[in-house]
Nanobody, 122 residues
Framework: QVQLVESGGGLVQAGGSLRVSCAAS????????MAWFRQAPGKERDFVAY????????YYSNSAKGRFTISRDDTKNTVYLQMNSLKPEDTAVYYC???????????????WGQGTQVTVSS
């Protein structure tokens, strides 16, 4: 069992930066792939980025590539999403998720956090 708690969301102006965090507790964090998804009002929950359990090469959605960086600190059981050059269309609730195998598919994730709101003003 893995419990996930996101933090660090907030309001930021377009072009600004924000880092969201996800603290995990419970099972062995280092054996799980970790991902970030986001959900804007009235839209589906979309994949943003993942990082494999081995600390392998991260993978990003096209919208995140070049602007966002996912990282993990297994000593702190925490995964981060650093977001730069934010745009109003990045406004969403950001969720972290854990899975045994890294995937871009929402259905592949077994555990989810409660989400943290990120709002980018124009």
């Amino acid at each position: 069992q893995v419990q996930l708690v996101e933090s660090g969301g907030g309001l930021v102006q377009a072009g600004g930066s924000l880092r969201v965090s996800c603290a995990a507790s419970g099972s062995i964090f280092s054996s799980y792939a970790m991902a970030w998804f986001r959900q804007a009002p009235g839209k589906e929950r979309d994949f943003v980025a993942y990082i494999a359990w081995s600390g392998g090469i991260p993978y990003y959605s096209n919208s995140a590539k070049g602007r966002f960086t996912i990282s993990r600190d297994d000593t702190k059981n925490t995964v981060y999403l650093q977001m730069n050059s934010l745009k109003p269309e990045d406004t969403a609730v950001y969720y972290c998720a854990a899975a045994r195998v890294a995937t871009t598919q929402r259905a592949g994730y077994d555990y989810w956090g409660q989400g943290t709101q990120v709002t980018v003003s124009s």
